[in-house]
Structures are given as C-alpha cells and as structure tokens.
C-alpha cells in the first residue's frame, strides 16, 4: 500500500483514454489497428486481402505508408504535448507486482461482480483494444505472460484525467496500471485501475487486422511486429529456447562438455558448401565463416575430451528456400571409443527427450500427418530403400559408371540430351549416381523416422570404411518428414586415409565445376553452376592434428531449426527463425 501510494505521489499519473460509445467491441484475441480514427485509413474489406495485380499491390502499399505517415505526426505532436505538460512519455522503470498470468490464476475465485478491495497490485504492458461505454472504458493489456482487462470509471479516473487520456492514450502504447482486483458482472477479471502512466508512446499504428496480419514478407522483415500482432509467434520462440534448453541438460546429463569453436577461419571444413568470405584487414587475409563446427570439435577429441558437444551458428552461401536459410543453428557432438550406433540411439533420445517436454506425448501433429516418435526407430541402408522404391540393385553396377547413369536417367525421366539434370550427368561414381536418386525419388518418402545407414564412401569423405561391407561407410542421415534432421558416422582417424579422401574430394569438386561451367551456356538457369563455383581446399593443420592420434569416436550433427519446425508445426524454417535473411526489397 505504502508503495502504491509513493508511486500516485511521485507521478503526475493519468488515467485510461475513453473512445466514442460507437467504438465496435473487438473480436477475441488481437484487434491491431490505429486508435486516431481521424487519421487513420479505414479499415480494408476481406476482399482486399486477395487483389493480387501489381498495381493493387503498388496501390495498397503507397496509401499504408501515407496513413502511417499521417499517424506518426500526429503521435509524434502528442509526444511534444505531454512534455509541455510535464509528462515523460519514454518512462524509465515501472515497478509491477504481477504478470497478466499471475492475475488470472490467483483471482480465479473471485465471483461475478466481487472487488478484492484489500489489495491493490500493479502491472504493465502494450493496449492492444478498447471499448467505452459512456463513463465506462476498457481496454485490453498484454505482457509477456497473456493479457488483462483494464477496468475504468470515471468516478475513480477524474474529469481532468479522463480528457487527458482521450487525447494521448493509442493503441500501441505500453502502460503501467495498478489497482485494486475485480471480476465483472460478465466475468471478465480486471485490473479497477486507480492510476497509470505511459511507459511508451508508440509513434507507428499497429497492422489492420487483414493486411497487417497476413504480409507473410513483412511479417519476416519486421519480426517485431509479427510478434505484436500474431501471439502465437512469440510461443514459438519460447518453445525454440526450451528445445534448446533440453537439448543443452540432455547432453549434460551424458557427460558431455559445451564447448566454443571459431565461427571465422582460415579454412572452411567439416562438410562441402558454398562459404561466405570475409577480409582481416590486420592479417591481410581471406577468412571464412564456418560452414560446420566438425574439424575444431574433433581437434578438441585429439587433445583429450571425450565426449563434447557444441550449439552454434553455420553458414552456408547457397539457396533460400522454405527449408534452408544462409544461417542455420546445429548441434555437433563428439564421443570417443564409440561408432555410429551409439550415435542412433542419442538422436532418439534428445528428439524423444525435446518432444516429451513440448508434448507431453510422443506421437504428434505435423501439417495433418501423425508422426509417431516412439522409439526404436526404422533403420533401413540406403541401397535397400532405392532398391524398394525403383526395383534397381545399384550394387549390380559395380564401377559402371556409364550403366548407372543411364539407368538413373531412365528412373528420373531424363532424356540423354537433356541438360536440365547436369548433375546427375557429371556423376563420377556410381555412388554419386546412387545419391541423386536416392535424395530424388526416395527422401521425400520418408515421413516417419527413418534412420538411412550405409552411404557409399564416394560421398562421406569424413567417415569410417565399412567394417563389413567394402565402398560403404558407416554413416547415417536421419530422416523425419522428407527432411534431412541429422548425419552421423564413425568417425575416420587414419591421417593417410583422410589425406586422399580429402585430394579425391578436391579434384572431383573441380572436375564437376569445370563440367558444370562449360555446359552453363545451355543452361538456363545458373543455379546449379553457382552452387560449385567455390574453392575446396584440404586444411593441413587437421590432417597433422589426426597425425597426432583421435581416439575411436563417433560424431552427430543435428538441425535445431528443423526440429523446433516439426514440434511447433510449422512449414518454413523462417517460421522458426527469428530475423531470416530475406531478398532486398526494393
């Protein structure tokens, strides 16, 4: 009480703005628009939502940055107004007392129409709607924790007051309110706010409840607003951090160590893609941004951890689609004296262990399709799933590379002259050849998880010979949904070994990039000639840290952001990411 009413005394506090009676009662959940109805447009019919010409476009995008504009000088004038009259619309601290959430479980009990008058408490967050009724007004505040009624009268809220806050309070601004606790004849809980203060003034109207909502590319551009106007955005989020968080305790809990890697470095190992480059000026060099985490974390096997593990960003400079974004969040593990089957059993456990906490349950909705994460799961060899989708053994081939490419074109319908699948044509093994067909007719096909094992050694230039069957490796891809989660392998130690598969990836990345550019004249699209228009170069200082001894190990990465997009349902990976790179928008 006694810091309640310091509070009254120190801020020259102002009650909550009443709108005209004719103001409709919003909707349930969020009504996003500007509350200056002099200014603001009026409000796009649902037809508008589909006008799809260029023109409506150009139409619709010009008058909204107009309104916008004619609405932030009227906010902006208010702003100058309230400092004249000794108000600061840009608060330093608000002291609360609760959280939306906190109010509507402790004050559950309270009957229609009952005050708590003993008690006052005090809480803070955005208006997002309001409604008056003469010399009533409610408005609507969330926080982070959910939303709560603001209950005004005008017999509490002075005349003086309630003029002030027609003329300044908008739809947008975060306030601070206390007051005592009541339920409403209606059942509504609500703060009977006794005094407040603009925390915030909010200069840009929040989206219209059609356009503002529905801008797939604004809602990427400007993830604030997203998450102002879509709550179940910033769900999505949450649940990204707790995934994260339960992977983080998994790991732990096995014995594994968190550990940093450089994200910048002289040579872009690990995997074969595409690096971005950057210049140190004081060293006078070309540096990469990592493309995986892998060599560094197995340096770390080298110099005597066992078992360690790292969460960090990769970069790859390739295509954006709704699966890839240029940057991307894995988690990379190492465990010394163990293969690749250890490494199936931990995926199931952290994917098992992140659904249970998200879930509560195993089995799960994604875009209408159940999937069942029950372990064990299905492990089937890649040569065995292509053999049951296209009847073809492509172990029949041997080293005809010729017949496989052939019986390849005839699986994906490519003509012999066709230039438009120059990659299956530039295959230099018959395990690349494998591959394409594999990733083509086969991965899309895997919609409950599927463990593939055994990767022809052309293609895993980081992995274990096969201790059985010679040209394979023992290596998996992990596969829920038709995506790719996770690789694994028994890790190769033999310096020798790696040092050729190393030289062999190199000259095949050279003799398909060479292939690729003197076809590109005939082909329409770049794309794929792009995609190999980098250099690949052997790092030295692995080969020598191998040199010195890696223990027996297996190692696992897996994609975080594919995982929170199964256990949140969502079909793009730029659901999932908070701020994606997007195109230039001119």
Known sequence: MDTLRAWRASYHLFGLAVRSATIRRPRIGVRCCSSSSSTAAATAGPSDIHSSTPTDRRRRSAASTSDKDSVRAIRLKKVEELRTKGYEPYAYKWERSHSAKQLQDIYCHLKDGEECKDELV????RIIARRAFGKLAFLTLRDESGTVQLYCTKEVLTEDQFDQLKKFIDIGDIVGASGSIKKTEKGELSVYVKFFKILTKSLLPLPDKYHGLTDVD?????RYVDMIANPDVVDVFRVRAKIVSEIRKTMESLGFIEVETPVLQGEAGGAEARPFITYHNSLGRDLYLRIATELHLKRMLVGGLERVFE???IFRNEGISTRHNPEFTTIEMYEAYSDYQSMMNLAEEIITQCTLVVHGKLKIDYQGIEICLERPWRRETMHDLVKDATGIDFNQFGDDVKSAVEAARHLLGISTEADDHVLVQTCPSVGHVLNEVFETLVEPTLVQPTFVLDYPIEISPLAKPHRRY???TERFE??????????AFSELTDPVDQRARFEEQIKQHDKK?????????SIEDKGEVDDYSYEVSLDEDFITSLEYGMPPASGMGLGIDRI???LTNSASIRDVIAFPVLKVQH
């Not at 990039?513 to 004249?521: F, I």
């Open 122 to 125: 005090s809480i803070a967050g």
């Open 218 to 222: 604004k809602r990427y551009r400007q």
């Open 311 to 313: 969460i960090g960003r």
């Open 470 to 472: 010679a040209g394979l």
């Open 478 to 487: 992990l596969f829920i949904c038709g995506r790719e989660i996770g690789n």
């Open 513 to 521: 990039r060479a292939s690729l550019v003197s076809r590109s004249k």
């Open 564 to 566: 929170v997009m199964l």
